[in-house]
């Protein structure tokens, strides 16, 4: 099993600024990937970043130039810097990693609890 722990939501007014954290522990062998989905009200959960084998990026197209994932490999920590916010990108922030657990050796999927990021006008 892999528990993520979420933190860094709140409430900002346009053009602010939030750095989200997530870490991972748990029985972790490895981790194949790590990202940010955020779910709107009365929308589906969509993926805003996501950061592959600690290297590779990939962002949602409103998003781009605007937010930046990164890794800490040692923590198995993700980090999302959010900076220029527009109030579309209010909404419950989750983050999410496909892991390789003992005693299993499956690769599963894993999200944690979610954070709030409210953008006001």
């Known amino acids: 099993q892999v528990q993520l722990v979420e933190s860094g939501g709140g409430s900002v007014q346009v053009g602010g600024s939030l750095r989200l954290s997530c870490a991972a522990s748990g029985n972790i062998v490895s981790i194949n990937d790590m990202g940010w989905y955020r779910q709107a009200p009365g929308n589906q959960r969509e993926l805003v970043a996501i950061?592959?084998?600690?290297?590779?990026?990939n962002y949602k197209d409103s998003v781009k130039g605007r937010f930046t994932i990164s890794r800490d490999h040692a923590k198995n920590a993700v980090y999302l810097e959010m900076n220029s916010l527009k109030p579309e990108d209010t909404g419950v922030y989750y983050c999410h990693t496909r892991a390789i657990t003992t005693p299993t050796l499956f690769l599963r999927d894993y999200w944690g609890q979610g954070t709030q990021v409210t953008v006001s006008s």
């Open positions: 950061i592959i084998s600690g290297a590779i990026t």
